[in-house]
């Protein structure tokens, strides 16, 4: 028998023993086991990577940028659109399909920057994260959006025709700008900062 086939043999052999009379204990719930527990299924060399979490971008860390790029520009159309569109329905779906495609992004980023094995990915998640971050403070603080949401709000006729969900969302986005402090006076605004750098 050659070398090759006893040493094949051999790791057989002892795969077999290790099934028919090892045991496994845990202390693990049956859901963290389950979890926990390493494949059976021996992986494919040849299998298509197809990225985090199914993000075809993901297959490697260059494709935080592309999918940092790609939140960004659908963030400008539809920043646009939140802004121009005649206050209604569309104008609370701009705003929460624009809320939705940064936070996806900077979701998994976040995970993925404190998560992930590799430095590299580590590194470009939290590269996006830095990215997305800024953009959604700029939106926090962006009047021209806040207005558009505002003359929604500000409008009973409107509002009347808004089912609770739809309203209570707009709401709620108006509250996330007056956490920014976009509705204060400028005068306001520099006095409240000079009395925190005092104290």
């Known amino acids: 028998m050659s070398a090759v086939k006893r040493l094949l043999c051999l790791i057989k052999h002892r795969g077999f023993l290790r099934t028919q009379f090892g045991r496994n204990v ?39 940028e592309v999918a940092t790029k790609e939140a960004l520009k659908n963030t400008e159309r539809l920043l646009n659109k939140a802004c121009t569109c005649p206050p209604g329905v569309d104008t609370v779906e701009s705003f929460d399909q624009l809320s939705d495609g940064l936070c996806k992004v900077a979701d998994l980023a976040d995970f993925v920057k404190v998560a992930h094995p590799d430095p590299a990915f580590r590194e ?76």
């Open 26 to 64: 845990t202390t693990w719930s049956p859901v963290g086991a389950a979890f926990n527990a390493k494949p059976h299924r021996r992986p494919d060399l040849f299998e298509k990577n197809v990225g985090l979490f199914g993000v075809p971008e993901l297959n490697c860390p260059a494709g935080f």
């Open 124 to 199: 470009a998640a939290e590269r996006t994260c830095v990215e997305i971050g800024t953009v959604v403070e700029k939106l926090n603080t962006n009047v021209e959006l806040c207005q558009s949401l505002k003359r929604l709000l500000d409008n009973p006729e409107v509002v009347s025709k808004l089912d609770p969900d739809t309203r209570r969302v707009a709401e709620l986005f108006m509250f996330d700008f007056e956490i920014s402090g976009i509705h204060l006076d400028d005068k306001l605004v520099d006095i409240s900062h000079w009395n925190a750098c005092l104290d």
